[in-house]
């Protein structure tokens, strides 16, 4: 049984997406240990993630290569969102575990937030240019 394309799309995803997890919290956790503030742990984090993920992001997950600054430009939104979630959550579980209860929504929020922005699917157009959706 195959599975759907979307299907195989999310599982490649959270396939290239492990690789660049582990190494993604080995980085926050290290910069944490020698003593740097969340924001910055969490920067180092994302930078090496954009430099990791970019090409197994735009040749084996989604299939088609895109702009680096439309790419990175969605990382530092995921960065916002998840340094929000560092902070909240170093207060009720400590500033390491944190990094690990928001790995769901992080999959989940980038997984959609790559879908819609950097990785769409093309639509259908009318001859006109015009979508078929008004």
């Keep these: 049984m195959r599975l759907p394309p979307d299907a195989r799309v999310m599982f490649r995803f959270l396939l290239a997406g492990l690789f660049n997890t582990v190494a993604a919290l080995a ?7 020698c003593g740097a503030p969340i924001w910055a742990a969490s920067a180092a984090s994302i930078s ?21 600054v439309r790419y990175a430009g969605v990382w530092i939104g995921i ?27 992080n999959v989940l929020v980038s997984f959609a937030l790559f879908r819609l ?14 979508s078929p959706r008004g």
């Design 27 to 33: 980085v926050y956790w290290t910069a944490l240990a």
């Design 117 to 130: 922005f950097v990785f769409r699917t093309p639509g259908t157009r009318h001859r006109d240019g015009s």
């Design 79 to 105: 960065y916002a969102i998840n340094l929000v979630g560092l902070y909240r959550l170093d207060i009720e579980v400590g500033k390491y575990a944190a990094a690990i209860v928001l790995l769901p929504v």
């Design 48 to 68: 090496l993630g954009i430099l990791v993920s970019f090409q197994s992001h735009s040749r084996y997950v989604f299939g088609r290569k895109v702009k680096f």
